[in-house]
């Protein structure tokens, strides 16, 4: 740039252009974000933080309760943890969804891929199972309610056990399964998120990598194992780390499949947020459970400010 | 494939082994693929009939059933949309969904055409405050906003303002984000030549950042219209009077109330969804774009 600029005349213009002096618009552009940003999310932030130190019971902020908040939480409330065998609880069930749903999600988004590329119907098998991504999680917690219903002339699930004379079973009713069922349905509703984003990763694999590796004798299992999986492993990690952030925001779905239950078996960390605050009336005690969902998010928060640091700085 | 590795046919494997070979390696795939298709379709497609099915049928028999005496009725829409009041709550969502939509647009535009194209002090650190507050949960403004709207008197939580300004402020971070990324992909020649040629700040956005990334704006536009849309925990929290309430929230009373009425609440499912998937349908090539972009969210 500072090569197209002539000497003496125009000379001022571009420096100023080029960022020397300040310039009124920057308030002008930056300004409302910056007003929404900390009045809605930074000042919140950090008032939800001292709240976690007060009782708030039902909006009154003045009983100081120092970390009776965070002790109660961490060792006195079965609902958000019980530590045990089996272990229980909201937090409990988060780990269960980052272990299971994340896993299965990303392998059978994979597995769909690498399948769809080989076959002429490709943007059809993707599509059918995208479409979940577009559905309210409400929806898909209704469709997915009237799957699962115990009664076996309306639940097709229990109208297909039937004909091997399995069941009628109410998986959603029985504290053992709930959580399974519930996580088979959020697997249902993130494939397609998978499959569409692995599969521009694999296109991007050479062809003549894969052939050369036939004509080597590498049967297609061998292949997947250890030339596609290795060779998408960063879109994966981003794949998985976009779930794991859905899992700790997951809310919608648990709230209208099974509000919690049956009792507080199915419950999640977002779920206990809302049910503390809102219906309870606890605010102090929700605060402190939404600062943990926020702490929880922090390792994933750094991983991006280091990841873009660089790409800041270039520009 | 394996024995087709001896050397007279490697190079050409176009025999008619060869193609027997490839199609019987392929038929797996196929089942496998086809019960894909069928599990991710049934479900959503048997809720569908149900909405269309008499409710005495919907108690008697499966939805299934209809493949041997198929009846087919619009009971259920009528009932769940006047009765049930869902033709205002459709209406609710539209009010959230189109402001909640625009003014983060608008927003976040201005915001990164600031930061990808005008220089200020700690202009990278502003950046990386942007991609930190990505990661902040709708969870931690709950108990501040609830209080502080319920304490000023300005009625936000029982007119649509609450759940507007929540909805922009929390999709800022990731409008931000994704515009300015796309922003400082366009040429930079252009932008300084228009400077050169005394085009201010505001003349350079209008005029040359936002006509070129129509893309990027409309995938950003599409991904904030769903996320507000199919949205229930936000509307639950910030809209607290039943006659501002959306869709997803009035669907969830419904759920209250008639716990196994299936057709009934298979099309109050189906009248959300409707609008999703005409956008999913018509707009695939943003839709997809903008979630691809949405992987870091």
């Given amino acids: 740039m500072a090569v197209a600029t002539p000497p003496a005349a125009a000379a001022p213009q571009p420096r100023k252009a080029a960022g020397g002096a300040f310039s009124w618009s920057v308030p002008l552009f930056l300004g409302p ?50 530590l045990g065998f089996p272990p229980s609880g909201a937090l409990w069930n988060n780990i269960l969804w980052i272990v299971f749903y994340v896993s299965l999600t990303v392998f059978l988004g994979l597995l769909i891929a690498v399948m769809a590329t080989r076959v002429r119907y490709e943007a059809a098998i993707k599509a059918i199972v995208f479409v979940p991504q577009a559905i309210a999680a409400t929806s898909l917690a209704i469709i997915w309610r009237f799957v699962y219903s115990p009664d076996d002339e309306t639940g097709l699930l229990n109208a297909v056990l039937g004909i091997g004379n399995v069941g009628p079973l109410s998986l959603l009713g029985n504290p053992d399964t709930v959580n399974w069922a519930l996580i088979a349905v959020g697997i249902w509703g993130s494939v397609g998120f998978a499959t569409v984003i692995l599969s521009a990763a694999i296109k991007g694999i050479s062809t003549e990598v894969l052939e050369a590796s036939r004509v080597d004798g590498a049967t297609e299992t061998q292949i997947f194992w250890r030339i596609i999986v290795p060779m998408v492993s960063l879109p994966i990690s981003v794949v998985a780390v976009t779930l794991v952030v859905g899992v700790i925001k997951l809310f919608d779905l648990i709230f209208v499949m099974t509000d919690g239950g049956p009792g507080t078996a199915s419950r999640v960390i977002a779920f206990n947020m809302y049910q503390e605050a809102f219906p309870q009336g606890q605010f102090g005690y929700g605060a402190t459970i939404a600062i943990v969902m926020l702490l929880l998010l922090v390792p994933i928060m750094i991983f991006n400010i280091r990841r873009f640091r660089a790409t800041a700085v270039q520009q | 494939m394996t024995a087709l590795a001896d050397t007279t046919v490697r190079p050409q494997p176009r025999t008619l082994t060869a193609r027997l070979a490839r199609l019987a390696g392929r038929s797996p795939t196929h089942v496998i693929l086809g019960v894909i298709a069928l599990v991710w379709l049934v479900p959503s497609i048997g809720l569908l009939i149900t909405s269309f099915r008499p409710s005495a049928d919907m108690r008697a028999t499966g939805w299934w059933t209809v493949l041997v005496e198929p009846r087919f009725t619009l009971t259920n829409y009528d009932r769940v949309l006047e009765a049930e009041g869902m033709a205002q709550a459709f209406l609710n969502s539209v009010f959230i969904t189109v402001p909640a939509t625009i003014l983060p647009l608008l927003v976040a535009s201005m915001a990164a055409f600031a930061l990808a194209w005008v220089k200020f002090p700690f202009r990278d650190t502003t950046f990386l405050i942007i991609v ?77 950042v936002v006509p070129l990334s129509v893309p990027a704006i409309a995938a950003y536009g599409i991904f904030q219209f769903l996320w507000v849309w199919n949205d229930l925990l936000m509307a639950l929290v910030y809209a607290q009077r039943n006659a501002i309430q959306p869709m997803t929230v009035k669907v969830t009373q419904l759920l209250g109330t008639y716990a196994t009425e299936w057709s009934l609440l298979a099309a109050g499912a189906f009248l959300i969804m409707v609008v999703p998937l005409v956008v999913f349908f018509s707009l695939q090539r943003y839709f997809v774009q903008g979630l691809l972009a949405g992987s870091v969210k």
Avoid: C
Wanted: hydrophobic share 55%; no cysteine; charged share 15%.
């Fill in chain 2, 132 to 208: 930190a507050l990505l990661m902040v949960p709708v969870q931690v403004g709950f108990i501040p906003l609830v209080a502080g709207f319920r304490e000023s008197g300005t009625g936000l939580l029982t007119n649509y303002g609450a759940v507007w300004l929540a909805h922009t402020a929390y999709a800022l971070p990731f409008g931000i984000f994704l515009l300015r990324n796309f922003f400082i992909t366009l040429p930079k020649d252009l932008i300084e030549a228009a400077r050169i040629d005394g085009a201010s700040n505001v003349g350079i956005f209008r005029t040359i």
């Fill in chain 1, 33 to 82: 974000a910056a007003l929404l940003l900390l009045g809605f999310l930074i000042v919140p932030t950090i008032y939800s933080l001292f709240l976690s130190f007060n009782r708030g019971r039902g909006g009154e902020f003045s009983n100081w309760v120092g970390f009776d908040n965070w002790v109660r939480l961490f060792t006195q409330d079965p609902d958000f943890l019980r």
